[in-house]
Nanobody
Framework: QVQLVESGGGLVQPGGSLKLACAAS????????MGWYRQAPGKQRELVADMTTGDSTNYADSVKGRFTISRDNAKITVYLQMNSLKPEDTAVYYC???????????????WGQGTQVTVSS
């Protein structure tokens, strides 16, 4: 089984910064995508940013230039550096780890428990 453990959420003032971390463990396929999604009250879960083991990245337009995703493949850990935070960034942030299926491998899609990020003065 795969486990994802998130850390780094909290309360921050507008314009401040936070860094989230998510460490994965278990039976994980080497070629995968790790990323962050968020869900605000009353809204659907949305992609914030993700990154492949080959270092390809994908960002939501709303966070481009403010958030940076990175990963340590040896530690199977993904980070999200969030700068210039805005009240609209307030949400529960979820870590995700996934890989596509092969003829010899089942696809994987795993989620962390979520960490609250609140941006407020």
């Amino acid at each position: 089984q795969v486990q994802l453990v998130e850390s780094g959420g909290g309360l921050v003032q507008p314009g401040g910064s936070l860094k989230l971390a998510c460490a994965a463990s278990g039976n994980i396929f080497s070629f995968n995508t790790m990323g962050w999604y968020r869900q605000a009250p009353g809204k659907q879960r949305e992609l914030v940013a993700d990154m492949t083991t080959g270092d390809s990245t994908n960002y939501a337009d709303s966070v481009k230039g403010r958030f940076t995703i990175s990963r340590d493949n040896a530690k199977i850990t993904v980070y999200l550096q969030m700068n210039s935070l805005k009240p609209e960034d307030t949400a529960v942030y979820y870590c995700n780890l996934k890989w596509g299926g092969r003829s010899w491998l089942e696809p994987g899609d795993y989620w962390g428990q979520g960490t609250q990020v609140t941006v407020s003065s």
